[in-house]
Structure formats: C-alpha cells, structure tokens
C-alpha cells in the first residue's frame, strides 16, 4: 500500500500551519528541511532542541517519506514495521523522551496500515502499537484520523487467549 505524499503531507502542514504542497514533494530533501524549518518556528515544541536532535529528525523525515510511505507489498510492511518495533523496544518515541515532528508525520505515513491489521498482527509488533497509541491520543496530532483500537491486544495478553 503506496500512500500518496498528499496523505502524509498535508496535515503535518496543516500541523503546522502552511501548506506543503506538490512541488515541495519533489525533492525529499527540501521537504525534509522545510519541515524542520517551518516546525522551529511554528510549533517549537515538535522541533529539535540541538544539532544531534535535528540530523536524527532528518533521518526519520526521510525514512517515512523514502522507505514508510512505499510500503507496496505485505513483506515491506513486515519490515518496516519490524524494524520500527525493534528501534521503539528502546525508546517511546523516535528522537528524544517528547513527541517531535518526525513521531507525527511517521504517525500519518503508518496511520491505514496499522488500522487494517488484524489483532494478532498488532500482537506482532508491540512497541509499534505503542508508541502509535502514545501519538493518535493527541487530537492536534490525530486531526480527523478515526483511533485505531488496540486495547484487545493488552487483554488477550494478561488472558493468554487467541484473539483474531
């Protein structure tokens, strides 16, 4: 499931206040730096807070642009999101101990895929589950994306039953 750069971009430009259309979208580079310039000034807090925090938000920009939003194949999905789960088993969130900018475009690259899995797969990939949870609960993050269910998961875990 290819998502189209629309689907991603526009409410982290609506996030964040200006618009990021079709001709932004043509070099991930300059989206990448967009996004973190605009984020500094419009909403600092989503922002990096030195130079170590501003490569590492580069870096998942361009991993949710480059790698994320390709996933065309069930295998894709299974590793991405195996090596997002594997990366999060250490973290809450991507760069720092606070939601940025990068949690929040990653959160709309994902937000179709992790909805259209069914129990068992969410059960798979743990950490991923999460730390999307962690992000949707925030509306000005979520915008009108509908919340993806993963309270089963935690019971079918204590009740040790197979749920599907």
Known sequence: MVVPPHQYLKPVGSLLKVPLDKSNIINNCSVTSSIIKTVEKSQPTLGPLDNI????????????????????????????L???????????????????IADVL???????ILASLGNSDKE???NVCRWFDNIQ????????????????????????IKVD
């Open 106 to 112: 990653l959160y709309h690259v994902l937000v179709n």
């Open 53 to 80: 925090e501003t490569s590492k938000m580069q870096q998942w920009i361009e991993y949710s642009i480059v790698y994320a939003a390709n996933i065309d194949c069930s295998q894709d999905s299974h590793t991405i």
């Open 137 to 160: 609960q925030n509306k000005l993050f979520r915008q009108s994306n509908k919340l993806v269910n993963f309270t089963i998961n935690y019971l079918s875990r204590i009740a040790n």
């Open 82 to 100: 195996k090596e997002l789960d594997d990366t999060l088993s250490i973290t809450t969130y991507l760069i720092a101990s606070r939601p940025t």
């Open 124 to 126: 798979s990939y743990m």
